[in-house]
């Protein structure tokens, strides 16, 4: 069973940092495109940002609301990877999501393998 | 990049059809097919039911389908199921700046 599991989620204040991780099993992580993405309580889907892997080097893309403060990176060894979040404001309070976006040979099949998510409050 | 813009909430009976919109610019639905659209029950993570426009993954029943026409995507639940009472998102691409853009998102009602 392809399978994300996202941790390290929890309560932080303003201005602090969190790291979280999503494992994944069941399927080739190695050179798979991956995103995250959060979702305020009560709110919609907002993509945060993805890693993917091209000729042998990781390349990271960012939303706007996060860029400069949140780093995307994995480590393929161990089928993981990683959302390292600094500067938090309360405005990123939200369920955190790691996706997997399948692409095969070029072609793209969407955000196909999703985490449960794993809950990020930043409050003083 | 604003978020892409659907209907808060659609309703109907079982075995009617709805038709959610989620409505773009020249810059994400219009210049590129990579539309998806994804049903979250509450409390649980999204599920991918259409991607590539109007790609159903396997096991997603055929009831759902999608459609494109210029700037606004639409999914389609033909014959309304009790168990399809959710929120349904689109998402598109936006290009190499913007990246990936969702929708507003939709509550679907069977009533």
């Known amino acids: 069973e392809m399978q994300l599991v996202e941790s390290g989620g929890g309560l932080v204040q303003p201005g602090g940092s969190l790291k979280l991780s999503c494992a994944a099993s069941?399927?080739?992580?190695?050179?798979?495109?991956i995103h995250w993405v959060r979702q305020a309580s009560g709110k919609g889907l907002e993509w945060v940002g993805r890693?993917?892997?091209?000729?042998?080097?990781?390349?990271?893309a960012y939303a706007a609301s996060v860029k400069g403060r949140f780093t995307i990176s994995r480590d393929d060894s161990k089928n993981m990877a990683y959302l390292q979040m600094n500067s938090l404001k309360a405005d990123d309070t939200a369920v955190y999501y790691c996706?997997?976006?399948?692409?095969?040979?070029?072609?793209?099949?969407?955000?196909?393998?999703w985490g449960q998510g794993t809950a990020v409050t930043v409050s003083s | 990049q604003s978020a892409l813009t659907q209907p808060r909430s659609v309703s109907g009976s079982p075995g009617q059809s709805v038709t959610i919109s989620c409505t773009g610019t020249n810059s994400n639905i219009g210049l590129y097919n990579y539309v998806s659209w994804y049903q979250q029950h509450p409390g649980k993570a999204p599920k991918l039911i259409i991607y590539d426009v109007t790609k159903r993954p396997s096991g997603v029943p055929p009831r759902f389908s999608g459609s494109k026409s210029g700037t606004t995507a639409s999914l389609t639940i033909s014959g309304l199921h009790a168990e399809d009472e959710a929120d349904y998102y689109c998402c598109s691409f936006a290009g190499h700046d913007i990246h990936w853009v969702f929708g507003t998102g939709t509550q679907v009602v069977v009533l």
């Open positions: 890693i993917e892997v091209l000729a042998n080097s990781f390349e990271t």
């Open positions: 069941g399927f080739g992580f190695s050179g798979s495109l």
């Open positions: 996706t997997r976006h399948r692409v095969v040979s070029g072609l793209q099949y969407g955000m196909d393998v």
